[in-house]
Nanobody
Framework: QVQLVESGGGSVQAGGSLRLSCVFS????????MGWFRQAPGKEREGVAG???????DYADSVKGRFTIAKDNAKNTLYLQMDSLKPEDTAMYYC???????????????????WGQGTQVTVSS
């Protein structure tokens, strides 16, 4: 059974940093893709960053150079290091995973099967 549990959200001022964590239980012997998505009130869910089994990473243009995704399989944990935060980064952040081969995973949130409960990030100006 796949489980994803996020933590690390909070409130920071613009320019600050936060690190999100997602403890996962997935079969890492299979090909998989894990991603961070976010959804702000009144907006559609958007992909932020993703990483595959071979640690290849993808980033949304809006976060390139500011956010870093990483995973530690020994700790079964996915991370999202967020630096230089902006008020527009305010959203609920979700960890997601799937075993399907996705063409453009950060734009295919609807194709992800497994989701965490989310953690809130609030950035004040």
């Amino acid at each position: 059974q796949v489980q994803l549990v996020e933590s690390g959200g909070g409130s920071v001022q613009a320019g600050g940093s936060l690190r999100l964590s997602c403890v996962f239980s997935i079969d890492t012997s299979r090909n998989y893709y894990m991603g961070w998505f976010r959804q702000a009130p009144g907006k559609e869910r958007e992909g932020v960053a993703g990483i595959d089994k071979d640690a290849r990473t993808d980033y949304a243009d809006s976060v390139k150079g500011r956010f870093t995704i990483a995973k530690d399989n020994a700790k079964n944990t996915l991370y999202l290091q967020m630096d230089s935060l902006k008020p527009e980064d305010t959203a609920m952040y979700y960890c997601a995973a799937d075993f399907k081969s996705l063409r453009d995973p950060l734009k295919a949130s609807g194709d992800f099967t497994y989701w965490g409960q989310g953690t809130q990030v609030t950035v004040s100006s």
